[in-house]
């Protein structure tokens, strides 16, 4: 036990100061910092996002639904860069009151349509091309519970162990085993689902998969906190499995690279409004170098 142990005062109060590398943009009230109208593109869809996980489960299932031929999920993505505040914008709140991305505005009908938080654009998404979510009733609700799943237990791998472990200004015993033990048994949970499953629902993949992939497969290959090591990601071999193959998919290729601002610059595609924009990426990427 630490000898600088904590006493919580009678009433907490705010200190901006606190929060390590988030404390400029974390604070303990709602609404807008500032005014700013969000742009819009010209497609039914409008994104925006960042390239987190949470945003790439949206524009992974995006692209996926552009994959299998329905045009109306064809979308602008903007990018929202949520370390200068941009969440905070009136805009921004207007599409998410919780100032948090993704946020989608479903154009496409008469009056536009807000949807918030990943896995509700998601599920919006699913039921309204009819995609990737099963139409069995027992399928459907198996599909939902991993959605849930992911949604209930992943706070404790980015707000807990993430936070925690990679980002906290000092680093203590309790909170970082508090939160790997929770780590690790999620990923066995899934390790036990996919040893008998291709996908989360059986072989039909869904926005289960589409949910749960940004997060898991990105912390078993070491893509997220750095921390694969640290709790033996090789041993979960199902979960690794699963994680190739959907990355192998080029729907999931395109959609890991919209809103991206880190990593080798071909993989970032920081905003996307058509589907040429990977085109040029590509070009990019095969081009010979400049001998200037």
Known sequence: MSKDVYTPPKVWKWDAQSGGRFASINRPIAGATHDKELPVGKHPMQLYSLGTPNGVKVTVMLEELLASGHKGAEYDAFLINIMEGEQFSSGFVDANPNSKIPALVDHSADTPIRVFESGAILLYLAEKFNQFIPTDLAARTECLSWLFWQMGGTPMLGGGFGHFYAYAPEKYEYPINRYTM???????????????????????????????????????????????????????????????????????????????????????????????????????????????
């Open 182 to 292: 929770e780590v690790k048994r999620q990923l066995d949970v899934l390790d036990r689902r996919l040893a008998d499953n291709q996908f989360l629902v059986g072989d039909e993949y869904t926005i289960a998969d589409m949910a749960v992939w940004p997060w898991y497969g990105a912390l078993v290959k070491n893509k997220v906190y750095e921390a694969a090591e640290f709790i033996e990601a090789h041993t979960y071999t199902n979960v690794l499995r699963w994680t190739d193959q959907i990355a192998e998919r080029e729907p999931v290729k395109r959609g890991r690279m919209v809103n991206r601002t880190w990593g080798e610059p071909e993989t970032q595609l920081h905003e996307r409004h058509d589907a040429n924009d990977f085109d040029t990426k590509t070009q990019d990427k095969i081009a010979p170098k400049s001998d200037s």
